[in-house]
């Protein structure tokens, strides 16, 4: 079996995909519906979503799980599908990568806060556990943790993970910028103390999603390397804020904008590059000319 490790190891930037729930809204996934029922649902749309991605150029490909905890389902009432949709997520995105290419199985936050008290430490870690079995035994190569922000929910789906499977784990975390011109999460982790804490933890991966377009994800990266060398470190960039407009999210980052930063962002030491929210098969093409036309320099 290939390694991810073994293949980062090689050295270059490897190419990840982009959004998934931005792909499924356009295909007609209707506000306040479950994306995650689409993997038993409507397995020919997210298998087209995974498709693109590959075509695209990607060498790295999410799942369509990103919501899929039981605890997260639970708010659909579905929290009993939890183990069958991730295992459905990680087959068709398995299915359309094929050998030469890595599945990264999404988990995301659960939506509940353990310093509000909002649910137990013990449930949350259940869920995850669940979830990241779920995805190995669905074909996932790697686990990713994502857009997370706080640090005790991304702790225990990491412990989850780490205890669980046999998989590397990824682990990213979504900033923005405060009115100190300073990066952190909403719960107030900073770059390099999430970095700190996600390595002493064993995460195999680190990295940044989502927040506020490529620029705010070159400063982020540049902070978490000048803290940490080492780590593998990926990037996935949402197109920017969106402006909601018509009842529709307009990103305003296009796929042009956002190449041009590329070689910005690769010369911060990022060795896995994809984008986030806004971000579609059009985005990740340019980005693999870049990327390819930057490492021929
Ligand atoms: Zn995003």
């Known amino acids: ?29 209707r506000p306040g519906e479950c994306p995650e029922l689409w993997n038993i649902e409507r397995r020919d749309k997210v298998a087209k979503i995974a498709e693109k991605y590959v075509l695209a150029g990607a060498e790295i490909i999410g799942t369509n ?58 449930e949350l870690f259940k869920s995850f556990v669940e979830q990241a079995k779920a995805l190995q035994s669905g074909g996932a190569d790697v686990l990713l943790i994502e857009t997370m922000t706080a640090s005790d929910e991304a702790l225990l789906a990491l412990n989850a993970a780490k205890e669980n499977t046999s998989l590397p784990v990824a682990v990213c975390f979504t900033f923005d910028k405060t009115a ?13 103390e999430f970095c700190h804490n996600m390595v002493s933890a064993g995460a195999d991966i680190i990295g940044t ?36 407009r018509d009842g529709k999210s307009i990103f305003p980052e296009g ?30 093409k340019l980005f693999a000319e870049r990327i390819s036309n930057f490492m021929q320099r």
């Open 65 to 122: 799980s990103f919501g899929a905890s039981s605890v997260k389902l639970g708010m659909y009432g579905l929290d009993t599908m939890a183990e069958e949709i991730n295992i459905e997520a990680a087959r068709i995105s398995k299915e359309a990568a094929g050998t030469e290419r890595f599945v990264f199985g999404s988990m995301g936050p659960t939506g509940k806060i353990l310093m509000m008290g909002d649910i137990s430490s013990e």
């Open 255 to 284: 796929p042009e904008e956002m190449a041009s930063k590329i070689d910005a962002l690769i010369e911060t030491g990022v060795n896995i590059i994809g984008g986030c929210c806004g971000t579609g098969p059009a985005h990740i």
């Open 209 to 244: 999603n989502c927040g506020n377009g490529m620029q705010g994800i070159i400063e982020i990266c540049r902070e978490i390397r000048n803290y940490n060398k080492e780590i593998p470190l990926m990037a996935q960039a949402n197109a920017g804020m969106p402006e909601y």
């Open 1 to 29: 079996m290939r390694s991810i490790m073994e293949r980062l190891g090689r050295g270059g930037v490897m190419l990840a995909d982009g959004a998934w729930g931005t792909l499924l809204h356009e295909m007609g996934l």
């Open 180 to 192: 100190n011109n300073e990066y952190r999460t909403i719960m107030g982790v900073s770059p390099v």
